[in-house]
């Protein structure tokens, strides 16, 4: 899995790029066939935003979040991308 990490108004430093390959690694485990994600963090005044795209084997998954602080805003995405690709893996699964 390719990870592509962008920031608008935002340095993307060491530990933010560890903490969002980390999180996606979680999603990699459930689903195998991620081929590439492109992350955007973005920050507007007080508003952290994440925003990604995976591109699935078959398909895409999109997701975004906010949130007040950066670190809980990827854990929010990467909650409800986790539940995408599951819902996404099993629609394969039952049409199979």
């Known amino acids: 899995m390719q990870i592509n990490l962008a920031g608008h108004h ?3 430093t060491d530990s933010l790029r560890s903490y969002v390959e ?3 690694a979680k999603l990699e485990r ?3 066939q991620i081929n590439n994600v492109h992350v955007v963090l973005n920050v507007e005044k007080a508003i952290q935003r ?14 975004t979040a906010e949130h007040t ?3 809980a ?9 986790d539940r995408q690709v ?3 893996k099993e629609k394969l699964t039952k049409y199979s």
Do not use: R
């Open 22 to 24: 980390s999180k996606f």
């Open 50 to 63: 994440v925003e990604a795209k995976l591109h699935l084997n078959g398909g895409e998954v999109h997701g």
């Open 86 to 88: 599951i819902k996404y």
């Open 30 to 32: 459930h689903f195998e």
């Open 10 to 12: 935002i340095e993307i």
């Open 69 to 71: 602080d950066m670190y």
């Open 73 to 81: 805003a990827i854990d929010a995405l990467i909650d409800k991308l």
